[in-house]
């Protein structure tokens, strides 16, 4: 328990310890440490945002497939009354077409008879004339005939 | 333990006073440098001697510490760069990094780099050296003895050079920090202005030189405290808990002969230190095969037990139960010690910071 040069040299290794820990050690860790805090936090507050991200991308999502469901229903509606539509006038074209068609006949009809009417006048005429001629015993000119049957038909 | 390396000084005595003999390496009396035999040698060598086995202790603790934490600057370098987690190891440092700074931000106020540094090479480097006390008192001596180095004392804190020798630099540090800070007039006005201050008080100034006298011889006497208390504090706390391992050793060693019988048979008088080697590398193997599992706890400590009862007899499971009992308290004072010597070392400069 002799005090002596232990003590100096003692103090000499703790200077220099101190002095390398001072150079060499705290620094870099500390530096490191305070790095990966500096990380940590960042990672925190990006994990906070993309939270808060994902809760707007979720209302704004929610908001567009109630957006799009609103604009199904108006176009199921639209495409329902579109068909009502389409049928009504289908509809429609279908009755006045048979209207058309049922005149065109009609008119068709009315063509025929009058023409059949004609013939059958004329005939009656060319009937008449040659019964007439078979009676009168002679022919009947021409031009007579024609007279006659012009003035039957008339 | 063993008392085998103490066949020249059989007393118990000489057994204490072997442990407590520093290797000292100095001018022998006929003018020859060399190893002191013996106490009064030593002494006898003055100022001019060197106690080899602290120093050597101190500074392979020192450059353990060194090692470990540029080992942990070297991980945490890689984990930065592979944005890999920090491994275990460099955990556990940044664990004492942080607690270090914690502690030295919660007491120094101003702003100096050498302070968290100097605080954590304390620490580590205390605690380490404190540490050496917890290895059994005979082993590093009985291997040194069997290399042939007569005294062999490997805790440098129980070695009052060691620790005033610290002591002694804090106290520079606080002289020149003081200076450095408050100035020379500063200074000189803190040691002679308190604790009675002339002016506050209203003393005439004729008797001022008186009052500052007085609170010269007061201030500086708790300025040399400081260093004093610092360095005495560590290493009587350390030489007393060494001396009482030093004791049980000796207890057990004497219980050992009276009650181990069977041993005395088988290796005479002294138990030699491999037997006892032997047995506790038996005792660890066997615990550290119930932490890896391959041992049920109760097997365990069955196995313990008769391990203990086969090596050395009740008065060995009594000496290890004290040995081991004191390890655990002085755990506390190892680290507590280590602890204390940083933080009154922070405080000190600390007020060395402080400008009145």
Known sequence: MNINLTLVLQSIAMMIFVWFCMKFIWPPLTKALEERR????????????????????????????????????????????????????????????????????????????NQARTALQKEAVELSVAGASKVLGREVKAADHEQLLAELIA | MSASEQATNETSAGYIQHHLQNLTFGQHADGSWGIAHGAEEAAAMGFWALHVDTLFW??????????????????????????????????????????IDNNVRDVFSGSNPLIAPLALTLFVWIFFMNFMDLIPVDWLPWLAHTAGIEYQKVVPTTDVNATMGMAITV????????????????????????????????????????????????????????????????????????????????????????????????????????????????????LLLNLRGVLSTRNTLLLVLAEMLLIGGLAFAGGQLMHFVWAAFHLIIVTLQAFIFMMLTVVYLSMAHEHH
Request: proline share 4%; aromatic share 10%; glycine share 8%.
């Open chain 2, 58 to 99: 101190s500074v392979l603790l020192g450059v353990v510490f060194i090692w470990l934490f540029r080992k942990a600057v070297r991980q945490s370098a890689e984990a930065a760069a592979g944005d890999a987690p920090p491994p275990p190891f460099l955990n556990a440092i940044e664990a004492i990094i942080e607690f």
């Open chain 1, 38 to 113: 500096a990380k940590i936090a960042e990672g925190l507050a990006a994990s906070d945002r993309a939270e808060q991200e994902l809760e707007r991308a979720k209302v704004e999502a929610e908001q567009i497939i109630k957006e799009a469901r609103q604009q199904a229903a108006g176009i199921l509606d639209q495409a329902g009354q579109r068909g009502n539509q389409i049928i009504e006038q289908a509809k429609q074209e279908a009755v006045s077409e048979r209207e058309r068609q049922v005149r065109a006949m009609e008119a068709e009809i009315m063509q025929a008879q």
């Open chain 2, 171 to 286: 106290f520079f540090m606080i002289i020149y920090y003081s200076l450095k800070i408050k100035g020379v007039g500063g200074f000189l006005a803190e040691l002679t202005m308190n604790p009675i201050n002339p002016k506050t008080m209203g003393i005439p100034k004729l008797f001022w030189p008186l009052v500052m006298a007085f609170n010269f011889l007061l201030e500086v006497v708790g300025l040399l405290a400081k260093p004093v208390s610092l360095g005495l504090r560590l290493f009587g706390n350390l030489y007393a808990g060494e001396l009482i391992f030093i004791l049980i050793a000796l207890v057990f060693a004497a219980g050992s002969g009276l009650v181990a019988d069977g041993l005395q048979v088988l290796f005479g008088e002294h138990v030699p230190a491999w037997f006892l080697f032997l047995a506790f590398m038996t005792v660890a193997a066997t």
